[in-house]
């Protein structure tokens, strides 16, 4: 059987339409196109991370420095390591093996195709979760009495120079010679 026997007659996979295409993209149990969208998926959150990298690598960049809180800081800690771990290291790894263990061994699929595409729109809305609590987690909101209670955790001492006893202020100086 020749290859033009099986592949899209030239310019016909081009003429469908957008909501046409996008469709076959959500609606995919092919272990190829799952295995894109694991690490598509992997690099959105890649950027995400980075940029909570990017945000704690600010605030260390000098001592004292006032660039985000403490209560920030700890945020975006968790946040990266979170998402590092299990939005981007752990998608890719899957991308990858659904993508070619399927080609290696000479399957037609993964077995449980339904279920593998289940299991990548698990991950794709369980990071959306994540972040919608990380995001709208610290919002204000009324208690049944009608007065404001805060939904986030007290907040933490000023990060600002005044905080630091002055003993420890000297002894932290770097610009102090000892
Ligand atoms: C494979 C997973 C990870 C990748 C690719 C990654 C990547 C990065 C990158 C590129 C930076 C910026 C480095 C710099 O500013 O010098 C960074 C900073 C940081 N990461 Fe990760 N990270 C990962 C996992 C984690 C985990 C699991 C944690 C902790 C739970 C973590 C905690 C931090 C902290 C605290 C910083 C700031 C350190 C600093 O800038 O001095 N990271 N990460």
Partial sequence: MSA?????????????????????????????RLGILYILYALLFLVIGGVEATIMRIQLIRPHNDFVSPEVFNRMFTMHGTTMIFFVVMPVMFGFANYLVPLMIGARDMAF????????????????????????????????????????????????????????????DPGSGN
């Fill in 113 to 172: 195709p339904r279920l593998n595409a289940f299991s990548f729109w698990m991950t794709a809305f369980g990071g959306m979760l994540l972040y919608y609590s990380f995001v709208g987690g610290a919002r204000r909101k009324r208690s049944a009495r009608g007065s404001e209670v805060l939904s986030a955790p007290p907040r933490y001492a000023s990060n600002s120079d005044a905080s630091v006893p002055h003993s420890h202020k000297h002894h932290l």
């Fill in 4 to 32: 033009e026997s099986i592949a899209w007659p030239r310019g016909e996979a081009a003429q469908r339409p957008v909501v046409d295409r996008l469709h076959e993209w959500v609606a995919t149990v092919d272990h190829k």
